[in-house]
T-cell receptor
Framework: AQSVAQPEDQVNVAEGNPLTVKCTYS??????LFWYVQYPNRGLQFLLK??????LVKGSYGFEAEFNKSQTSFHLKKPSALVSDSALYFC???????????????FGGGTRLMVKP | GAVVSQHPSWVICKSGTSVKIECRSL??????MFWYRQFPKQSLMLMAT?????????EQGVEKDKFLINHASLTLSTLTVTSAHPEDSSFYIC??????????FGPGTRLTVT
């Protein structure tokens, strides 16, 4: 079974400072990893994904994430946080399979990011 | 591109009635759609996987007779909550997958059962 852990319920950071939202995963097989952001009463918006290739993945809104296979982590980062980045962030994983049922994602519990001016 | 809509965005219904939620992929076709449920301040829990033209696959613990899913076309899947009860009140989110590694989420439907 695959699982995702986001160890922090909330991350607080001052505007302009770098931010990190942590994610670790557990899968049997090669992982495909995703980050999504959710604003209040809204669906999820895709930020970035790691499928293969370069371990550092750049995504939307200046976010990036680094895939670390040895530490089974996929932490989300941004060099300079904005107040508008405040939202709920979800890490998700799926295991490599070759049919659409394998597109099923397992989500972490979510981390609320609060960026203060 | 890759827009998924849900209708209604919010609904209030009385206990015992049924509610239908639509999920549409507006500018792409999706052989697979997923239905999630999200409780306040919690993560998304997959309820079922819906494949066009075949029966949905439900996750363990999800009552298939209570949460009826129909995937009638490559752009439309519906979730019907039958005989709704207050404990069914939740935020329901669908997603559509046009191809491997891609999944686009709808804006969600907030259901309140009184």
């Amino acid at each position: 079974a695959q699982s995702v852990a986001q160890p922090e319920d909330q991350v607080n950071v001052a505007e302009g400072n770098p931010l990190t939202v942590k994610c670790t995963y557990s899968v049997s097989g090669n992982p495909y990893l995703f980050w999504y952001v959710q604003y209040p009463n809204r669906g999820l918006q895709f930020l970035l994904k790691y499928i293969t290739g370069d371990n550092l993945v750049k995504g939307s809104y200046g976010f990036e994430a680094e895939f670390n296979k040895s530490q089974t982590s996929f932490h989300l980062k941004k060099p300079s946080a904005l107040v508008s980045d405040s939202a709920l962030y979800f890490c998700a994983v799926r295991v490599a399979v070759n049919n659409n049922a394998g597109n099923m994602l397992t989500f972490g519990g979510g981390t609320r990011l609060m960026v203060k001016p | 591109g890759a827009v998924v809509s849900q209708h209604p965005s919010w609904v209030i219904c009385k206990s015992g009635t049924s509610v239908k939620i639509e999920c549409r992929s507006l500018d792409f076709q999706a052989t697979t759609m997923f239905w999630y449920r999200q409780f306040p301040k919690q993560s998304l829990m997959l309820m079922a996987t819906s494949n066009e033209g075949s029966k949905a696959t439900y996750e363990q613990g999800v009552e298939k007779d209570k949460f009826l899913i129909n995937h009638a076309s490559l752009t439309l899947s519906t979730l019907t909550v039958t005989s709704a009860h207050p404990e069914d009140s939740s935020f329901y989110i669908c997603s559509a997958s046009p191809r491997l590694h891609e999944q686009y989420f709808g804006p969600g439907t907030r259901l309140t059962v009184t």
